[in-house]
């Protein structure tokens, strides 16, 4: 297993974690219940013992099945979850207020059934809190022993000089990022040279297009959030796009003997200096898959390779 320390803490994590988004069972098509527990158990047997998780995935249902599945294993899991994106009968904002993080935090500890939450992460800026009002709160937390670490995700430049005040109190920052999806990649290396950050990745595979397993005629029902356009890499010329680097990676799995999911993640473990990827999976079948990704590297030539066909 390969494990990494999120900068400023003793977070000792797996650098591949669990992605909880589809655990949610909204908006990603069908999941069933005992495949996602199952899912849990291969990762933890396996060594990974990172799992991502949000108080909005499936509004809460994402962390109960997570705090189902871990139960007496709790201990051997480091549980990052977040906050900050909030479901009213106006529809979904983001509030980073203080009383909502306090609220949104009790009620992640109750889904989780946990004690605590190692790492609570800002799931996006609210546009009014400061970072410095975030902290405050978050810190209180910590002192109440509900919170171990803080991080942060969906940030940009626009961000920088404000959150550069506040160096070394975060651990991490969460970013989609893939070979479907390279621009973040400078602020990424910039917040983690700069701020002391460990980037971690989301849409790791590119929301599933980088397996392998779809094609030109990909297509999702109207229960799955890829049938939407906004997800632009399974439509139009993305789509296409997407299938060539597909194309590229086949004879690399091949000679690695590993899966395509596998190289996707290899390529950002190898490229992306100290990072954790982070995939969602619905089943142990694709935990194992994506586990094949560790213990290995991209040869020079591969990663080269790679790196061009995805600029
Ligand atoms: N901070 C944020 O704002 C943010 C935003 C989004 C996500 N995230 C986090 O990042 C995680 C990862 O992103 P994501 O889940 O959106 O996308 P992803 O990891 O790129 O793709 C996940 C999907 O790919 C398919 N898949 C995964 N492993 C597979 C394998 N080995 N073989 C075949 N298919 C496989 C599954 O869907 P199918 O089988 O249906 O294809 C799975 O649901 C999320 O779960 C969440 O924890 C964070």
């Known amino acids: 297993m390969e494990y990494i320390t999120l900068k400023n803490s003793d977070l000792r ?33 396996q060594g990974i013992n990172f799992f991502d998780n949000a108080d909005t995935y499936g509004l809460g249902q994402s962390e109960r099945t997570l705090g189902k599945a871990l139960g007496s294993r709790r201990s051997e899991a480091v549980i990052a979850t977040k906050f900050g994106v909030r479901v009213t009968k106006q529809g979904t904002v983001y509030d980073n207020s203080p009383q909502w993080i306090r609220e949104a935090c009790e009620s992640s500890l ?20 400061s970072i410095g009002t975030v902290l405050e709160v978050l810190e209180q937390l ?15 430049q626009a961000d920088f000089a404000e959150l550069s005040r506040y160096k070394c109190k975060f651990v991490s920052l969460q970013n989609e990022y893939s070979l479907a999806r390279r621009d973040h990649e ?11 950050l460990t980037p971690l990745t989301w849409g790791s595979l590119g929301q599933g297009i980088l397996t392998g397993k779809y094609d ?6 109207s229960d799955d959030r890829r049938s939407r356009e906004i997800y632009v890499n399974f439509h139009g010329e993305k789509l296409l796009k997407n299938l060539e680097i597909v194309e590229r990676m086949r004879p690399i799995a091949a000679e690695h003997g590993k899966s395509v999911s596998a ?13 954790v ?3 969602g999976v619905k089943r142990p079948a694709q935990l194992l898959g994506n586990a094949e990704s560790l213990g290995w590297h991209l040869s020079p030539e ?3 390779l790679l790196d061009r066909i995805s600029r």
């Not at 589809?22 to 933890?44: C, F, S, T, Y």
């Not at 109750?110 to 809190?129: E, F, N, S, V």
């Not at 030109?216 to 029902?221: D, E, I, L, N």
Request: hydrophobic share 40%; charged share 25%; with cysteine.
């Open 142 to 156: 910590r002192q109440e022993g509900k919170i171990r670490y803080f991080g942060l995700s969906n940030l940009t």
């Open 110 to 129: 109750q889904r989780l059934g946990a004690d605590y939450i190692d790492l609570y992460q800002m799931h996006y800026r609210d546009g009014r809190t």
């Open 186 to 196: 400078a602020d990424m290396l910039q917040f983690s040279r700069e701020l002391d």
């Open 277 to 279: 990827v982070i995939c």
């Open 263 to 275: 190289v996707a993640i290899r390529f950002i473990l190898d490229h992306l200096k100290d990072s």
């Open 302 to 304: 591969e990663l080269d």
């Open 216 to 221: 030109r005629t990909a297509a999702f029902g």
């Open 13 to 45: 994590v797996s650098r591949l974690c669990v992605g909880g988004c589809p655990m949610g069972g909204h908006g990603w098509g069908v999941v069933q219940e005992n495949e996602l527990i199952d899912a849990v158990h291969a990762a933890l047997d």
